[in-house]
């Protein structure tokens, strides 16, 4: 039987997973500074291949973890339906949540996409410094970091509509 302790778990643990999809390239082995284009860049410059591949892998499992939060949000809702109040409740629960979540996603995307597009200009600035070999891949791990994040958002768009 599901309870106002689950319901609150689940709503902290949708909360987390959501609002750290790039925190969880952090919890591996990457410790990207995303609010700093000098740092970002950077590290960027510094991942060769294997690690630009292994930086899109974290990427994935973040994405991933959010459809695991999706199907647990769909679980506890149906888990709720015939017990007195529990549906009104886990309700108003995942309406804060939805809303906490998305401007909190919001917010800190549009900073990633800041920090990211003053990254590539710097990045530019200094090609010629980096040679075109490390320009190429340090611009190939931007282009993907882009892509995972267009994912992202959409497993975060998903989680929105699951949180409805």
């Known amino acids: 039987m599901l309870n106002i302790r689950s319901l609150s778990l689940a ?14 390239a952090n919890a591996h082995s990457f410790n990207l500074n995303i609010d700093d284009h000098e740092d970002l ?17 974290e990427l994935v499992d973040a994405r991933a973890e959010i459809a ?5 949000i769909e ?10 109040f529990a549906g009104m409740v886990a309700n108003i629960a995942f309406r804060v949540a939805s809303v906490t ?10 900073e990633v996409r800041t920090e990211m597009t003053k990254a590539e200009r710097e990045l530019d600035n ?39």
């Open 75 to 84: 679980e506890a809702k149906e888990e709720v339906k015939g017990i007195p």
């Open 68 to 72: 695991d939060a999706v199907v647990e």
């Open 11 to 24: 709503g902290a643990t949708t909360l987390a997973l959501a609002v750290a999809p790039l925190g969880a």
């Open 126 to 164: 200094r090609r010629t410094d980096l040679g075109e070999a490390e320009y190429a891949e340090t611009q190939g791990a931007f282009a993907m970091v882009r892509e995972e994040l267009v994912h992202i958002e959409d497993a975060l768009d998903d989680l929105m509509d699951a949180l409805k």
């Open 101 to 110: 979540v998305s401007k909190a996603t919001e917010s800190a995307l549009d």
């Open 41 to 57: 860049l950077e590290q960027l410059i510094e991942l060769d291949a294997e690690g630009i591949e292994d930086l899109r892998e």
